[in-house]
C-alpha cells in the first residue's frame, strides 16, 4: 500500500475543492437542493396544522397510560416523518420521469431523513436512559456507514478480527451482534413480560400469590427464551457451553448458597400461598404489610414508613405470625380498672358502647367485656373488640379505644382509681424516733 503523501495531497487539495464546487454548482444539484428545502418547509407546516388537534385529542386518553405515549411520541416527531415521507415520494415522481442520478442527493437526505426519524422514536421507547443514548449512537453509526457505502467493508473487518477454539469461532461482529441483539430481545421480553403481568393482576379468579408466581415465571421464560435465541442467532453450538453451565452450577452450589435458598423459598411462598401482597405480618421485631413479593426477598412496610426488604429465606425457616392469613379480621384487646363504688354491670355496658361508636370497630363480632379480678385499688376489666384493617395500625386504634371510655367515665362519673400510700407509725416507734431530736436539742 503506497505511503501516504501530504504534499501531494495539499497540492491537490484546491483542484478537489473546484471539482466539488463545479459538482454542487450544477443546476440539478441545485434544483434537488431547492426540493429538499421545500420538502422541509412543507413537512414543518403540515406538521403546525396536524400535530395541535390530534394531541389534544389523544389527551382525553387518561386510562391507558402506555398507549397515550405509543401514540404521543411520534405525533412529536411529525416534522421528520413527513420530511421524509415527501422526499421519498418526490424522489419516486423524479425517477419516473428523468435519469436516477438527477434524484441521487434527494435519495441520501430521504435515507437520513427516514433513518433519523426510526431512531428517534425507537429511542424514545427505551426506558433506560444508557440502552437509550447507546442505540442512539450505533444506529447512527451503521446508518452513516450504510449511506457512504462501507457498511459492508465494516462488517467484513469486524468478523476477520477472530479468534478460534477447535471449532467454535468468535469474531468481534459476532461479538456486536450478540450485545445488540440480547440488548433488543431483552427489552422486548421485558415489555412482554410487564404486559403478561398486568393482565394477570386483572385476573380476579387468581389468587394474589399465584399472580406473582406466574408473572415471575413468564418473566424469566421470556428472558430465558431472548439468551438462547441470541446465542443460536450468532451461531454459537450450545453444547459448547457445557464446561461454562457446569462450573456456574458448581458456583451456584458452593458460592451462592445463600441466592439459591432465598430463589427456592421465594418458589415456596408463592406455591404454598403462606404469605401474599397486603397481608399484614409480624417478623421478630417487625410489624407491617407486605409490599412486594420479589424472587429474593419480600418487601414490608411498617406503619412508619420504613421499607423491610426480608430475605425469603427467613418466612420458611422462622415463624411467621400472619394477621390476615385466612381473614382480615383481627381481635384487639385493652384492660383497664374502674373503682369499687361503680357498678360493674353499668361499666360494661358503658364501656362497649364507646367502643361501639369507633368507626373501625366491627360491629360483627360485637365487643365484649369481663371483670378479669378484683385489685387492690380497683375492679380489673378486659375488653375485646375485632378490626378489619390492621394495616391502618393497631396502636392507634387502642388509643383511641382507650379515649372512648375515658370520655364514658366522665359523662356517666366512674372514677378510675389509683393506688394510695399511707405510713403509719406506732406510738412506741414514734417516742423512739423523737428521743434522738431531743437530745441532739440539749446539745
Not at 412543507?42 to 400535530?51: C, D, H, I, K, Y
Not at 430465558?224 to 453444547?239: N, R
Not at 385466612?326 to 358502647?353: H, K, L, W
Amino acid at each position: 500500500m503506497p505511503a501516504f503523501n501530504i504534499d501531494k495531497f495539499i497540492d491537490r487539495l484546491p483542484d478537489t475543492l473546484e471539482g466539488y464546487a463545479e459538482v454542487l454548482a450544477t443546476p440539478w444539484t441545485l434544483i434537488q437542493g431547492a426540493v429538499i428545502l421545500g420538502c422541509f418547509l412543507a413537512a414543518r407546516l403540515v406538521s403546525g396544522v396536524l400535530t395541535p388537534p390530534l394531541e389534544a385529542k389523544l389527551r382525553d386518553i387518561d386510562s391507558q397510560p402506555q398507549l397515550l405515549r405509543v401514540l404521543v411520541v411520534p405525533l412529536r416527531r411529525m416534522t421528520g416523518i413527513l420530511f421524509a415521507l415527501f422526499l421519498w415520494i418526490t424522489v419516486y415522481m423524479m425517477q419516473e420521469v428523468t435519469w436516477p442520478s438527477r434524484s441521487y442527493y434527494i435519495v441520501i437526505a430521504a435515507t437520513l431523513a427516514l433513518a433519523g426519524a426510526v431512531i428517534s422514536i425507537t429511542s424514545r421507547f427505551i426506558r433506560n436512559q444508557t440502552l437509550s443514548h447507546l442505540f442512539f449512537y450505533i444506529a447512527w453509526v451503521l446508518a452513516g456507514l450504510h449511506i457512504v457505502g462501507l457498511l459492508d467493508a465494516t462488517l467484513s473487518a469486524l468478523d476477520a478480527a477472530a479468534f478460534s477454539i477447535g471449532t467454535f469461532r468468535l469474531s468481534l461482529l459476532a461479538v456486536l451482534k450478540a450485545v445488540i441483539l440480547l440488548t433488543i430481545l431483552a427489552w422486548l421480553a421485558t415489555i412482554v413480560g410487564n404486559f403478561l403481568e398486568r393482565k394477570l393482576r386483572q385476573n380476579e379468579d387468581l389468587a394474589p400469590a399465584l399472580q406473582v408466581l406466574l408473572a415471575k415465571f413468564a418473566k424469566f421464560a421470556m428472558l430465558t427464551l431472548a439468551a438462547l435465541v441470541t446465542i443460536s442467532a450468532v451461531g454459537i453450538d450450545l453444547t459448547a457451553l457445557t464446561v461454562f453451565s457446569g462450573a456456574v452450577g458448581l458456583g451456584i452450589g458452593f458460592g451462592l448458597q445463600k441466592v439459591a435458598s432465598n430463589l427456592i423459598s421465594g418458589i415456596i411462598i408463592l406455591s404454598d400461598r403462606s404469605i401474599k401482597p397486603g397481608d399484614v405480618i409480624s417478623l421478630g421485631n417487625t410489624f407491617g404489610w407486605i409490599n412486594a413479593l420479589k424472587s429474593r426477598y419480600v418487601s414490608v412496610i411498617t406503619r412508619d414508613g420504613v421499607e423491610y426488604l426480608i430475605p425469603n429465606e427467613l418466612f420458611v425457616s422462622e415463624q411467621v405470625v400472619n394477621w390476615s392469613y385466612s381473614n382480615q379480621n383481627v381481635r384487639q384487646e385493652i384492660t383497664f380498672g374502674a373503682s369499687y363504688d361503680a357498678d360493674p354491670y353499668e361499666v360494661r355496658r358503658i364501656c362497649i358502647e364507646a367502643v361501639a361508636g369507633l368507626d373501625r370497630v366491627l360491629e360483627r363480632p360485637s365487643p365484649v367485656c369481663h371483670v378479669t379480678g378484683f385489685g387492690d385499688s380497683s375492679v380489673d376489666y378486659v375488653l375485646r373488640f375485632w378490626i378489619r384493617d390492621p394495616k391502618n395500625g393497631l396502636a392507634n386504634i387502642r388509643g383511641a379505644a382507650f379515649l372512648a371510655i375515658w370520655d364514658a367515665f366522665k359523662e356517666h362519673g366512674v372514677e378510675i382509681p389509683y393506688p394510695h400510700r399511707q405510713l403509719v407509725f406506732p406510738k412506741e416507734d414514734e417516742a423512739k424516733a423523737r428521743r434522738p431530736a431531743r437530745q441532739r436539742a440539749k446539745r
